[in-house]
T-cell receptor, first 112, second 116 residues
Framework: GENVEQHPSTLSVQEGDSAVIKCTYSDSASNYFPWYKQELGKRPQLIIDIRSNVGEKKDQRIAVTLNKTAKHFSLHITETQPEDSAVYFCAAQMDSSYKLIFGSGTRLLVRP | EAQVTQNPRYLITVTGKKLTVTCSQNMNHEYMSWYRQDPGLGLRQIYY???????DKGDVPEGYKVSRKEKRNFPLILESPSPNQTSLYFC???????????????FGNGTRLTVT
């Protein structure tokens, strides 16, 4: 079955710097890759996603890139702010499956 | 307000005492799912339901039961809880099973369960 690996498990950056979180997936049939943000004590919420027919997608300070050949995708946050501090989860889904497989999460700390 | 409501938020129980965590959504979503969140393991799917009376196992179904008698409700049942089921549980729903930006997973607020 599908497996999603996420790195790093923790990431500490200075406010204003960029942060990059990487995920790899095992099943080449996966074609939908969302990213969820979970603030402390709160529920995960979708922040951005990408489908396999697109290589990059941007939304203000966040972007996601996808390399289908290498089977990995990344979340990029530019000009980080303290409110970006949270746990971020990547996930992958195949159209033939009704399972959304999550990575293990990255705890991002943005130091003021 | 569109939301997924879980109850209770916190639950402490003893080994073997049956419990139910309720989940209700008011968005007329077809797809509902239960996840458990453990440190270093991310979100792992327990059970999911594609519609009324249609349920299936996720990746970690052992020790859990679910039912989907009505579209809005998807309770999680632990018939005989054990300490290894101590975890943070999330219910989630989406318009349809195939997720997209138009059909993202909406999560409940979570239920922190401790089994002693």
């Amino acid at each position: 079955g599908e497996n999603v690996e996420q790195h790093p498990s923790t990431l500490s950056v200075q406010e204003g710097d960029s942060a990059v979180i990487k995920c790899t997936y095992s099943d080449s049939a996966s074609n939908y890759f969302p990213w969820y943000k979970q603030e402390l004590g709160k529920r995960p919420q979708l922040i951005i996603d990408i489908r396999s027919n697109v290589g990059e997608k941007k939304d203000q300070r966040i972007a996601v890139t996808l390399n289908k050949t290498a089977k990995h995708f990344s979340l990029h946050i530019t000009e980080t702010q303290p409110e970006d501090s949270a746990v971020y989860f990547c996930a992958a889904q195949m159209d033939s499956s009704y399972k959304l497989i999550f990575g293990s999460g990255t705890r991002l700390l943005v130091r003021p | 307000e569109a939301q997924v409501t879980q109850n209770p938020r916190y639950l402490i129980t003893v080994t073997g005492k049956k419990l139910t965590v309720t989940c209700s959504q008011n968005m007329n979503h077809e797809y509902m799912s239960w996840y458990r969140q453990d440190p270093g393991l991310g979100l792992r799917q327990i059970y999911y339901s594609m519609n009324v009376e249609v349920t299936d196992k996720g990746d970690v179904p052992e020790g859990y039961k679910v039912s989907r008698k009505e579209k809005r409700n998807f309770p999680l049942i632990l018939e005989s809880p054990s300490p290894n089921q101590t975890s943070l549980y999330f219910c989630a729903s989406s318009v349809v099973a195939l997720h997209s930006y138009n059909s993202p997973l909406h999560f409940g607020n979570g239920t922190r369960l401790t089994v002693t």
